[in-house]
C-alpha cells in the first residue's frame, strides 16, 4: 500500500483524503488546527498563521455549484448558504466517509529548503 501525505482538512484536503481511498491508496491527511473546514471554519479570535472566514461570510455562489458530485447538499440548507452551513456540509461530508480517522490534527506541515517536513510518527 502506497501511503500518500495530504495538506489540510479543508474542502480540498477532505475530497483529496476520500479519492486516495477510493484508489486503495493510505492517506494521512495533516490539519494545522483542532478541526476540519479549513477557512470555512470561523474562529473568533485572528491568528497570523491560520486564516478563517468572517462571521457574517455567505457563500456567492448557489449551493448546487459549490457540492460536491458524489455527496449534494441538504435540500433544507439555504441556496446561499452562512459558512456555519458550509462547515456543517464538511462535517456532514467527512463523518459520511468515514474520513476523521485519517486526519491528524494540531500537526503543522513545514516547508523548508525544497523539502516538506512532517511528523516523525507518519
Known sequence: MKKVAVIGAGASGLTATKCCLDEGLVPTCFEMSGDIGGLWHYQSEDREDQGSVMKSTVINTSKETMCFS????????????HNTYVQRYLEMYADAHQLRQYITFHTEVLYYMHRI??????
Open 70 to 81: 458524489d455527496f449534494p447538499i441538504p435540500r433544507e440548507f439555504p441556496v446561499f448558504m
Open 117 to 122: 517536513l512532517v511528523p516523525y510518527r507518519w
